[in-house]
């Protein structure tokens, strides 16, 4: 039981480029969320999935995109990476109560 | 306003001590909330969770609620240097999501 996976750990992006960061849960959640982490500023919601088939835009959702492949897989794609989007990426699942959330390890990514 | 507010620290206690974080919120309809830790370089972990008034305990970790207030907290007693980490305050408002504060780094003193 893995629990929740994201890859790449590490990415170094130039202004402009695209890149998709994957998110794979094996707990059979239905809910699943990408925030991002910023020095200073807490964890901010990117977008999240309450279900599958289903994705909502949360607090800073401008310049990103997710697909909800399946129950397992939550992706998010940058479509022209830009210098503000440096930062470390987590992924997260709930369960039922849609509370308790579990995070992946993170992705660390620098827009050059 | 931010609607989870959390003191940035950092908050410097010498082992043995207690440490007390401290959360506000801003919306009244909050109905559930949460405490994660998070070591350097780390992703967040749960380590307690608080639904009604009072305080709830768990080892060495107590969670205090004051919803008139709108005010939680975290007490941690015998503060270890292995409790030094960034605690964040996190808000369940109904919402499909939670709402996280800032967090506070906490450094406890060998």
């Known amino acids: 039981n893995a629990g929740v996976t994201q890859t790449p750990k590490f990415q170094v992006l130039k202004t402009g480029q695209s890149m998709t960061l994957q998110c794979a849960q094996d707990m059979n959640h239905n809910s699943m969320y990408w925030y991002r982490q910023d020095p200073g500023m807490g964890l901010r919601l990117i977008y999240y999935s309450a279900s599958e088939g289903t994705t909502d835009k949360g607090e800073v959702p401008n310049g990103y995109n997710v697909s909800r492949l399946n129950k397992r897989e939550f992706s998010l794609r940058l479509e022209s990476a830009a210098p503000s989007q440096t930062s470390v990426y987590f992924c997260?699942?709930?369960?039922?109560?849609?509370?308790?959330?579990?995070f992946g390890p993170g992705t660390r990514l620098l827009v050059l | 306003q931010k609607e989870v507010e959390q003191n940035s620290g950092p908050l410097s206690v010498p082992e043995g001590a207690i440490a007390s974080l401290n959360c506000t919120y801003s919306?009244?309809?909050?109905?559930?909330f949460f405490w994660y830790r998070q070591y350097s370089g780390k992703s967040p972990e749960l380590i307690m969770s608080?639904?009604?008034?009072g305080d709830k305990e768990d080892g060495r970790f107590t969670a205090q609620l004051n919803k008139a207030s709108q005010y939680v907290s975290l007490l941690i007693r015998d503060s270890q240097p292995s409790d030094s980490a960034t605690y964040l305050c996190a808000v369940h408002t109904g919402r499909r999501a939670l709402t996280f504060g800032s967090g506070t780094r906490l450094q406890v003193q060998p």
């Open positions: 997260a699942s709930t369960g039922v109560s849609l509370e308790t959330q579990y």
């Open positions: 919306d009244r309809v909050s109905q559930s």
């Open positions: 608080i639904y009604s008034n």
